[in-house]
Nanobody, 124 residues
């Protein structure tokens, strides 16, 4: 199995930045997709961003485009989410996920592996 360990969440003010990390261990799947989803209270998981492991192609939800940046480190089997200009509406539990496919990068159901989530809270 693949295990994902997330870190970097916290409480920040609007306009601040955070950097989330997700380290993968166990089996890896070449050509797969890793990404980030988020879930606010009372809402379903929402696609945030994804990256193809091999080529590094990136995808972003419209709500975070221009503010968030996803990146990967092959040597460390780690994916990062740099979040700038944070807004209160970004408040959610952020989940790292792996094992997706590029055609369905924004569909949570296509990702078999999930981290435990890290809380991001943005106050006004």
């Amino acid at each position: 199995q693949v295990q994902l360990a997330e870190s970097g969440g916290g409480l920040v003010q609007a306009g601040d930045s955070l950097r989330l990390s997700c380290a993968a261990s166990g089996r890896t799947f070449n050509g797969g997709v890793m990404g980030w989803f988020r879930q606010a209270p009372g809402k379903e998981r929402e696609f945030v961003t994804a990256i193809t492991w091999s080529a590094g192609s990136t995808y972003y939800a419209d709500s975070v485009k221009g503010r968030f940046t996803i990146s990967r480190d092959h040597a460390e089997n780690t994916v990062y989410l740099q979040m700038n200009s944070l807004k209160p509406e970004d408040t959610a539990v952020y989940y790292c996920t792996a094992g997706g496919h590029p055609t369905f990068y924004d569909h949570a159901g296509f990702y078999p592996y999930w981290g435990q989530g890290t809380q991001v809270t943005v106050s006004s």
